[in-house]
């Protein structure tokens, strides 16, 4: 009546140990435990001997795999051997691809051509997140697939290799890849090279914050900023209203909308005021009907073009139309279900759209 058990992971992955508990629960003589990874016929790891008597409880034994192991299926056995106690078990386990992380950065995400990329990489173990020893190989390729440059070998300091490559003046634009192999494992990372122009000042949009159904006019707020901090006090702007959702006519090329110019003010700062029935002209425009603006979906685009320079710069926000400027909202601990003849309650949130006012 002697019994047992054996408790393992049924994943495992190369180069890393593989923990193993088993305790005998009944019998008084010494057992002899073999335990061993097989995939079909070639074993994998040499023979681990553990000798366990009916008093040892919870003693490891730990296998480490290979770190050229290949299969996606393996077995482990385990058997006992002893004067009562004699059994043999086997199942299945996953070898799992990914034995470790592989991290790649670079000192941005977008470059210019001619300037110098700055990369770091490194490998690293999940289990006590130790980074790895070891030769990596890291590849270059440009956004049409040519392979620039390639680092056989690179090691670094401590396992974390730092490389810097300077772009060409002409170099191709678009996304570059660099990969990175470490111990038969590829991560990639990808960089913009583009030729951008950083921009001098943004463009806020601001519509309503709770823009009823019942209101007549809405106000909207145009704010140019330079990136020091200071308002853009010379400039053009053109205010552009369109629908979210337009229905095109075979005849209808280009998107039905409301349009207004104006000139920033000393604050760097324009308003203008759309009305109602603006708003409805241009959902009966595009989609030949109009039953309300109710829950009605806008964009507000505005371009503004700095006086002294003539660079344009476009923001851009959305305006949704509401009916009230409140909301009733289930709470989340009210139960999902209910038994016939006995009380429900229920928990109602009243809120105001943009901040909650009281739950009752």
């Known amino acids: ?27 008084t003589d010494p057992v002899a435990v073999t335990v061993s990874i097989t995939e079909q016929s070639y074993e994998v790891n040499s023979t681990v001997n553990t000798l366990f008597t009916s008093a040892a409880t919870d003693v490891p034994s730990t296998l480490k795999v290979p770190e050229n192991s290949w299969s996606f299926m393996y077995k482990i056995v385990v058997v006992g051997k002893g004067n009562t106690v004699n059994f043999k078990h086997e199942d299945y386990i996953n070898l799992q691809t990914k034995a470790f992380s592989i991290f790649v950065v670079t000192n941005k995400g977008i470059y210019k051509p001619g300037q110098i990329v700055k990369l770091r990489a490194l490998a690293m173990a999940p289990e006590n997140l130790k980074i790895l020893q070891g030769p990596m190989d890291i590849t270059i390729t440009d956004a049409k697939g040519n392979r620039i440059k390639q680092y056989k070998g690179v090691t670094g300091i401590s396992g974390v290799v730092d490389l810097n490559f300077t772009l060409a003046p002409s170099t191709p634009i678009g996304d570059w890849k660099i990969s990175v192999t470490f111990r038969g494992q590829t991560e990639e990372k990808t960089i913009t090279v583009d030729d951008y122009v950083l921009p001098k000042y943004e463009v806020k949009v601001t519509p309503p914050a709770i823009p009823l159904s019942s209101d007549t006019t809405f106000p909207i707020t145009v704010k140019a900023t330079y990136t020091f901090g200071q308002p853009v006090t010379n400039g053009s702007v053109v205010v552009r209203i369109t629908s979210l959702y337009q229905w095109y006519s075979s005849t209808q090329k280009a998107p039905v909308d409301w349009k207004t110019t104006g000139k920033l003010n000393s604050n760097g700062e324009f308003t203008c005021t759309v009305t109602s029935k603006e708003l409805a002209d241009i ?68 809120m105001l759209l943009l901040c909650p006012l009281r739950v009752t």
């Open 1 to 27: 009546n002697a019994t047992y058990w054996v408790s393992t992971s049924n994943k495992f992955w190369p180069g890393r140990a593989v923990q193993l508990i088993a305790q005998i629960l009944t019998g």
């Open 283 to 350: 959902l009966l425009r595009s989609r030949n009907y109009f039953y309300s603006l109710n829950l009605e979906q806008f964009r507000v685009e505005a371009n503004v073009t700095e006086g002294n320079s003539q660079r344009l710069q476009v923001g851009s926000a959305s305006m949704q139309i509401y009916s009230s400027p409140y909301t009733l909202q289930v709470v989340p601990i009210t139960s999902a279900s209910y038994k016939p003849n006995r009380p429900f309650v229920a928990y109602v949130s009243h």
